[in-house]
């Protein structure tokens, strides 16, 4: 009660209180309404129809795209994991701090992390697809993607070997052991869950993109046999859909399972963040 | 045996850490080499501030997918960044610790779902609203400018949140003994306070709006024109791009790619800002 008089005698505090809770309220609510819309419209239109293994023009099964996404998934963590970790390793413990090569490498990453999805597309098309003479094939969808998410790696890599005391280190190289007995058996082991969550976001941002990949993975709806075919992921399968413009149905259920797909990965990084919290 | 070993991955260390040079540079010189010549043979000014973009007679002018690109971003931050910044004030000051841990993941989820979700989720619940409002086609200006203003959310969020929290406690308790209220000491001396942090927020969500293209090119409307009005349909650079792309050739193409290269200016030019702000913030 006291509290509302305060309000009363300064209204504008009264106001940026209601405007404050306002803002609140609009973005949760929007949240919970988009979710709640697509699993609503979504879910009646799961048919078993849409889980068979062919596609053709009169069942718009999205079961190859979701082959197709774990595959190029798959294939673009295997080359960006790799670089990605040894590119943070190379910056943290061997670069020398302040180094003019460790300033280009931070400011390109930075660069590597702010271009838009479609100049990447764009530059797939360009070199892999046209200059290789690759066609639209899996590929080129990979190696695009793998420089996209690389900054992601990175960074979080980066975040994740910088939190391991020096003591550690110290206590590694008083034992005898080598610098790359260090980082393999004492340093990467014990960053391991800051990584992971590293991964699983890249991992949400190749199974949620669509305009790096039109021009370079293309929109093929079968399944890939090989690297060399061209192969749409989900949620290309998605803009694919929706493009035609008669698919509406399919277009909701597809929609279900990519939501549902992203949700279960980022409960998956919220739960190893959890985990790195509590070591 | 064993220094070898350990000269050996030092060195793969180092190529791996260069190779995200070697990223850019590509893309850079992918991008210019063949949008730059195509530019000049247009003419500069001819394609930056041409008016009409009619591929089929060889007119090439992108000043209205500029125009767009800046009137969506601009209308995206007008509608984001104040629920943006009072939702930060919000999960950093009043929220309830039960609250917060139901809101926070949300938060998270809405910066993980697909562009192309938001862009269809836009389109069947959002258009047709619009359309009834002002009966026009519900793709346009606005339309963009909500859906990306809901996209640019977690970015601002997230940004201006982890800096409000950095602002030192006694700058709150400061202005609350002086007899300020509790919103008046937030808004006047944290938020203010938190200006870099929240500051490098915005820019890097400017940078997501610009080139935010499959969830755009579905609600846009795509017209090559300059917008007369808030809910006439435009086309950004994005756009135009994507749309184009699969049966452009020659001239045709390299225009398109020549927009890329603006769209890149752009993106580079966002980029510098936020690092200058971020080195700014970290010699204070």
């Known amino acids: 009660m006291n509290k509302f008089k305060t309000y009363l005698k300064h209204p504008f505090s009264f106001i940026m209180l209601i405007l404050i809770c306002l803002a609140a309220l609009v973005t949760v609510a929007s949240i919970i309404f988009i979710i709640i819309y697509i699993l609503e419209k979504g879910i009646p239109n799961l048919t078993p129809e849409l889980f068979s293994i062919n596609y053709n023009s009169k069942n718009q099964s999205m079961l190859p795209s979701i082959i197709n996404t774990v595959y190029i998934t798959f294939f673009t963590l295997l080359c960006a994991v790799p670089i990605g970790i040894f590119s943070a390793i190379y910056l943290v413990e061997y670069a020398k701090r302040g180094s003019k090569l460790v300033k280009v490498i931070r400011i390109t990453t930075e660069t590597l992390a702010g271009i838009p999805s479609i100049v990447f597309g764009l530059f797939g098309f360009l070199a892999f697809v046209l200059a290789l003479g690759w066609g639209y094939s899996m590929i080129a969808g990979i190696l695009t993607l793998t420089m996209m998410v690389l900054p992601t790696i990175i960074r979080t890599t980066e975040e994740a070997l910088l939190a391991v005391p020096d003591s550690y280190r110290e206590g590694s190289f008083g034992l005898g052991a080598g610098k790359l007995r260090t980082i393999f058996k004492i340093i990467l082991p014990s960053a391991v869950s800051g990584i992971l969550s590293g991964v699983i976001l890249a991992i949400g941002r190749i199974v949620g993109e669509t305009a790096a990949l039109i021009y370079t993975s293309g929109t093929v709806a079968e399944m890939s046999t090989s690297l060399m075919d061209s192969a749409r992921t989900l949620s290309v399968h998605l803009y694919c859909l929706l493009s035609e413009g008669l698919f509406t149905n399919q277009a909701y259920a597809t929609a279900v399972i990519l939501l549902v797909l992203v949700v279960g990965i980022n409960a998956l990084s919220n739960f190893i963040a959890k985990k790195i919290a509590k070591t | ?284």
């Open chain 2, 1 to 284: 045996m064993s220094n070898l070993k350990e000269v050996f991955m030092k060195i793969l260390f180092l190529l791996c850490a260069c190779i995200s040079i070697l990223a850019v540079a590509v893309i850079c010189i992918f991008i210019f080499a063949n949008g730059v010549p195509a530019i000049g043979e247009i003419g500069f000014m001819d394609f930056i501030f041409g008016t009409h973009w009619k591929p089929s007679s060889g007119e090439f002018g992108i000043f209205p997918m500029i125009v767009a690109s800046i009137y969506v971003t601009a209308g995206a931050i007008i509608i984001g960044v104040p629920i943006g910044i009072l939702t930060a004030v919000f999960l950093a000051k009043y929220c309830p610790k039960k609250l917060y841990k139901f809101i926070k993941p949300l938060i998270n989820l809405l910066a993980s779902i697909p562009s192309v979700v938001y862009g269809f989720f836009c389109l069947v619940v959002v258009v047709p609203v619009i359309q009834q409002l002002t009966h026009t086609s519900g793709k346009g200006i606005l339309t963009a400018s909500i859906l990306l203003g809901i996209m640019i959310l977690p970015t601002v969020i997230n940004t201006s949140e982890a800096s409000i929290r950095a602002v030192p406690d006694m700058y709150y308790e400061g202005a609350l003994a002086l007899g300020a209220t509790k919103e008046r000491s937030l808004l006047k001396t944290v938020v203010p306070a938190a200006k870099s942090g929240i500051m490098s927020g915005i820019i890097l969500s400017i940078g997501r709006a610009v080139g935010e293209t499959t969830a755009v090119v579905m609600i846009a409307g795509n017209q090559a024109v300059m917008p007369n009005s808030i809910t006439s349909g435009v086309r950004t650079l994005t756009s135009n791009i994507v749309m184009e792309m699969a049966y452009a050739t020659g001239l045709h193409r390299s225009a398109l790619i020549a927009t890329a290269v603006v769209l890149f200016v752009f993106i580079l030019i966002i980029n510098i800002c936020f690092s200058i702000l971020v080195r700014k913030k970290e010699k204070q």
